[in-house]
């Protein structure tokens, strides 16, 4: 039997098929303005969420000097490496520790992921608190932060927090501003300085995406993953820091 090189109606079949698949552009001259103004409203709407974000946010960023005094200090978890803070949420903590030292606040709500027995972030951020001089009494545990929402909802449902200085990096610090104020929270945050490495970049395009649900949970205003019952420890660390 004699093979026939592969072409022919194959071939042709691919090109018909491609031709169908090809996007077609409005033939008229009115179909092409509809075309452009409908792209142009689909990037109104792409970018609508961060520009909220932004204007809502940007007079809040302040640097760990010029941040208003608060009474409580919100630092949101970002990973662990073999249990202990991985090295962007070791700056978050040293910053935190910065501003108690500074008396800038009095306690420190650490808020992150305990979904799991063996991932405890917020005993971790404890511990590292702890060795860089934050008494252990001014540290209070959030372990239902799973995420930004769910920490903002929480610290002001939960913990009873009114006003916080949020602490986190750079490109996550707008979204949680945002987020606290639009859970009741009257919020200042401090972006934290961070090498441009590959974590920056991922995180960086990751708020990209993240604006559009954080719009959405500002708007409809989601109970977080777990609620729970109101508890004291924050009221109970700024009471004894008052004696």
Wanted: charged share 25%.
């Amino acid at each position: 039997m004699r093979l026939r090189p592969w072409g022919g109606r194959a071939v042709r079949a691919l090109r018909r098929t491609a031709v169908r698949l090809r996007p077609r552009l409005p033939r008229t001259r009115r179909g092409r303005r509809l075309a452009v103004q409908g792209v142009m409203v689909a990037c109104v709407l792409a970018l609508a969420p961060a520009t909220w974000m932004h204007t809502v946010a940007d007079a809040r960023v302040r640097t760990a000097a010029d941040v208003p005094a608060q009474q409580v200090a919100v630092v949101f978890g970002a990973g662990l490496w073999d249990g202990r803070p991985s090295p962007y949420l070791a700056n978050r903590l040293r910053t935190a520790a910065e501003l108690y030292r500074d008396k800038k606040v009095k306690v420190v709500l650490v808020t992150g992921d305990n979904s799991r027995v063996e991932y405890d972030e917020p005993d971790a951020m404890r511990t590292f608190l702890v060795a860089h001089g934050v008494p252990d009494s001014r540290i209070v545990s959030d372990f239902a932060g799973f995420d930004t929402w769910d920490s903002c909802v929480r610290a002001r449902k939960i913990f009873g927090v009114e006003r916080a200085v949020l602490v986190s990096q750079g490109f996550h610090i707008r979204r949680a501003i945002a987020l606290c104020r639009a859970a009741g929270i009257d919020a200042y945050g401090v972006g934290v300085e961070a090498v441009h490495d590959v974590t920056w970049y991922y995180g960086g395009t990751r708020e990209v995406f993240a604006a559009g649900k954080a719009a959405l949970d500002a708007l409809f205003e989601p109970d977080p993953h777990f609620l729970g019952p109101k508890e004291p420890g924050v009221t109970k660390a700024l009471a004894a820091d008052e004696r």
